[in-house]
């Protein structure tokens, strides 16, 4: 199994900047994808970005393409969220999340195809 758990969420206004980070354990990191996803109630959860083992790649939903930005450190085991310039809309909890690497990068956008969650952390932006 592998373990995942958020933090840095919050309450901040509108244009305002957060970092959220993930920390993982139980199984080699490097071996994963890891993504962000996001989810208010009464919705399904949407893919907000991943990227790859090595860092070469990553992969953003277009609402989020230019404002937010997905890194990670494979030595610490832990991937980050950089959300700029947050908008009332991206008020959601959101979940970090990871799977296996796969050719058909299009599953990647998918947060069904996600194998481990962590429990989430709150994002509230306020207008």
């Known amino acids: 199994q592998l373990q995942l758990v958020e933090s840095g969420g919050g309450l901040v206004q509108a244009g305002a900047s957060l970092r959220l980070s993930c920390a993982a354990s139980?199984?080699?990191?490097?071996?994963?994808?890891m993504g962000w996803c996001r989810q208010v109630p009464g919705k399904e959860r949407g893919f907000v970005a991943a990227?790859?083992?090595?860092?070469?790649?990553?992969y953003y939903s277009d609402s989020e393409k230019g404002r937010f930005t997905i890194s990670r450190d494979n030595a610490k085991n832990t991937v980050q969220l950089q959300m700029n310039d947050l908008k009332p809309e991206d008020t959601a909890a959101y979940y970090c999340a990871a799977r296996r690497q796969t050719i058909w990068t299009v599953d990647y956008y998918s947060s069904g195809t996600y194998e481990y969650w962590g429990r989430g952390t709150q994002v509230t932006v306020s207008s």
């Open positions: 139980g199984r080699t990191f490097s071996n994963y994808v």
């Open positions: 990227i790859t083992w090595s860092s070469a790649t990553t």
